[in-house]
C-alpha cells in the first residue's frame, strides 16, 4: 500500500479513471443521447412529421396493417405489425417472402420492410432510410464496426473501472459534500478539480446506479459460471426457463382464413388491465397452423419485461401467455435493466436523466483534463526551478486523446444529424453512410489532435462543434418543412422535432462559450507573459504556469 490508505485509494481513483476515460466519454455520451431515441428517429425521418399527430386507435391500426399485408404480401411465411405507441407513432409493416422455388435448400426468405399511412394503408411516399437514434443506442455498448461480443467485453471492463473509480473516488474526498459547494474560478488546477467535485457529487447517485446497472445487464455474459453449473453448460435450456417464449410450428400446408384480429386484441388489452399492444406476429397467416402473438407495450414501472400472449390463428383460443408471472430473481434483474434503459420514466424525468448523463460527460471529462493539467502544471513547475524536462510522450498523448475525444465527439455526433439531411434521399445503403460520416469526422478530428495537441487545437475543434450543432436548427429551415419556425412559433408540432433542434440549439451554444472562454483566456496569459518577458526568468514561469492551468 501507497502512504496510506487514502492515499492508495486517491492512486486507484486516478488510473482507473484515466486508462479507460475515453471509451467511458462515448459510451456515456451515446447512452444519454439513447434516452431520447424515438425522438431522434422520428427528427430524422422528416417525411413522417405531418403524420405524427394523426390519432388512431390501436384496432384501426391493426386492421390497416392486416388489410396492407393481405394485399401486399399474400403469400408470406411470416407477418408483422408495428403498432403506433406513445413516442414511436409510425406504423411498419414487416414480411418474410418464401424463397424462389429454385432457391438451395435451407434458403430463408427475403425480409420486407414498409412504414405505412395510419389512415390509409398506403405505403409512405420517399421516406429516408436512417438507424437513426438506433445507431446511437447500440453505439453505446456495441462500438461499431467490431464484433459485438468484443465490443461489450470491453465496455463491460470499461465500466467495472467505471465502478472502481466512482467509489474510490467517494472514499478519497472526505469532505465530498462540502468539496460540492466549492468553486474556485481561475484557480488553473483547484478550479479543474471542484469542477470534477461538482459534477461527480452532484449525481452521484445515478452514475453508480447507471453504472451498477449496466454491468448488469450483461451479467450472463461476463459470468457465466453459475449456468455452466446448473445448466451443464447448455445455456439455450436456462434462456428457454427464464425468458419463455411462444413456440412455434411448421405449416400444415392446408388454407384456413385467419380468425379476426380485432377481438384477439381486445381480450389481449382486457386481460392487461386497459394496456396497449405494441406489435404483432402472425406466424404462417392462411395456414391451418396459423399463430398470434401479440406483445404489450411496456408497463410504466421499473420491470422492462413485456408480456406477451399468443392465439392460435384459426380458432381464436389461448396458447399460452408469458412473461405475466415471473419468479423474484427475474423481476430483480428486470428492475434493474429497467432502471439502466429508464423506459419507465416520464418525460419530465427522461430530461433529469438526459441532464444527469450530461454530467456524468462532464464528470469523465473533467477527470481526464484533470490529469493532464496537474502533469503539464508539475513539468513547469520543474522548468521554473531550472529544470530541463520537457514534456513527456504520455502527457502529450493523454493531451491528443483527451481533444480528439472530448472536443471531437461533438463533432462526430452533429456531422451525422448534418448527414442525415444532406445526403439524397433515395440513396443506396443510406444508413451506412450517415454512420461512416459519423466516424469520419470523429476520425478527422482524432487526426489533427494527435498532429497538433495544444489550446489552439482546442478551441478550432470546440468552434466547428459548435458551428456544426448550431446550425442544425437552420439547415431544418432549409431542408424540411419542420423546422422551429413551424413546430416552435406556429405550434404546429411536433413537440419532439421543436424539442431536438433546441436541444442541439443550445448544446452547440454551451460549446461556443466553451471556445470563446478559452480563447479569452489565452488572450489574457499572452499578456502576462508580454508584461513580464523583458524582465526575469521567473516571471516568463508564471505565465507558463498560468498556460498550463
Known sequence: MREGFRQSMAW???????????????????????YFREEITLWMKPELHASHSADIGTAQAAQVALTALQAKAPEASRWFITLPAERSTALRIGWISPPPKDAPPKTRGKFTSQIIDPLTGDKMPDVRETRGGEFLYRLHFDLHYMPPLWARWIVGFCAMFMLVAIVSGVITHKRIFKDFFTFRPKKGQRSWLDAHNATAVLALPYHLMITYTGLVTLMFMYMPWGIQTAYKGNQDSFFAD???????????GKPMPLTPLQPLLAQAEQRWHGMHAVGITINHPGDANATIQI???????????????????????LISADGEDIGGANATRGVL???????????LLRVLFFLCGLTGCAMVATGALLWAVKTRQS??????????????FGLRLVEALNIGAIAGLPIAFAAYFWANRLLPVAMEKRPDAEMNWFFIAWGIAAVLAQIRPDRRM??????VGALLFMGIPVLNVFTTSSHLGVTLFMAQGPWPVAGFDLTVL??????????????????????IGKAHSHNDADNANDAKLQEAA
Not at 404489450?296 to 384459426?314: A, D, M, T
Not at 435493466?337 to 418525460?347: K, M, Q, S, V
Open 12 to 34: 486507484l481513483h486516478t488510473w482507473s479513471g484515466l486508462l479507460v476515460c475515453w471509451v467511458l466519454f462515448l459510451v456515456f455520451c451515446a447512452g444519454t443521447a439513447s
Open 242 to 252: 427464464v425468458f419463455p417464449s411462444a413456440k412455434n410450428g411448421k405449416a400444415a
Open 295 to 317: 406483445r404489450r407495450e411496456e408497463e410504466k414501472g421499473l420491470n422492462y419485461i413485456q408480456p406477451s400472449v399468443q392465439y392460435n390463428g384459426v380458432t381464436g383460443a
Open 337 to 347: 435493466y429497467g432502471l439502466h434503459i429508464g423506459h419507465f420514466a416520464n418525460p
Open 379 to 392: 513539468h513547469a513547475k520543474k522548468l521554473a526551478q531550472g529544470g530541463h524536462i520537457g514534456a513527456g
Open 458 to 463: 482546442w478551441q478550432w475543434q470546440l468552434w
Open 506 to 527: 443550445a448544446l452547440g451554444i454551451g460549446l461556443a462559450f466553451a471556445a470563446w472562454h478559452l480563447g479569452r483566456k489565452k488572450k489574457a496569459v499572452k499578456k
